[in-house]
């Protein structure tokens, strides 16, 4: 079976053309070392202030986490902090 990928991306309304246009940097947040590709998923990303933030599901070593990340344009993304983690008895949806 083969797993899939999933990859954080960013599409943008290109006014003049009324067309939507993928990101030529893709993707703008890949999985982190020891988080398999298909277990890093769900990205909800709001903003406060002038910063946007996102929190996306993993699973890592068997352990579910909820993990933060920042950016001041949406394109250049900071890893800030594991929010919660599971003791090992399940995952977080996001």
Same mark, same amino acid.
């Given at each position: 079976?083969?797993?899939?990928?999933?990859?954080?991306?960013?599409?943008?309304?290109?006014?003049?053309?009324?067309?939507?246009?993928?990101?030529?940097? !893709?993707?703008?947040?890949? #999985?982190?070392?020891?988080?398999? %590709? +298909?277990? *890093?998923?769900?990205?909800? =990303?709001?903003?406060?202030?002038?910063?946007?933030?996102?929190?996306?599901?993993?699973?890592? !070593?068997?352990?579910?986490? #909820?993990?933060?990340?920042?950016? %001041? +344009?949406? *394109?250049?993304?900071?890893? =800030?902090?594991?929010?919660?983690?599971?003791?090992?008895?399940?995952?977080?949806?996001?």
């Amino acid at each position: 079976m083969e797993m899939g990928l999933n990859r954080h991306s960013v599409s943008h309304i290109v006014k003049t053309e009324s067309t939507l246009k993928k990101y030529e940097g !893709n993707p703008v947040i890949t #999985a982190p070392e020891g988080v398999p %590709t +298909d277990l *890093f998923r769900d990205p909800k =990303v709001w903003k406060h202030d002038d910063t946007y933030y996102v929190v996306c599901g993993a699973s890592k !070593n068997g352990f579910a986490q #909820a993990r933060l990340y920042k950016s %001041t +344009d949406m *394109f250049h993304w900071e890893f =800030v902090n594991v929010l919660a983690e599971s003791r090992g008895e399940g995952g977080y949806k996001c």
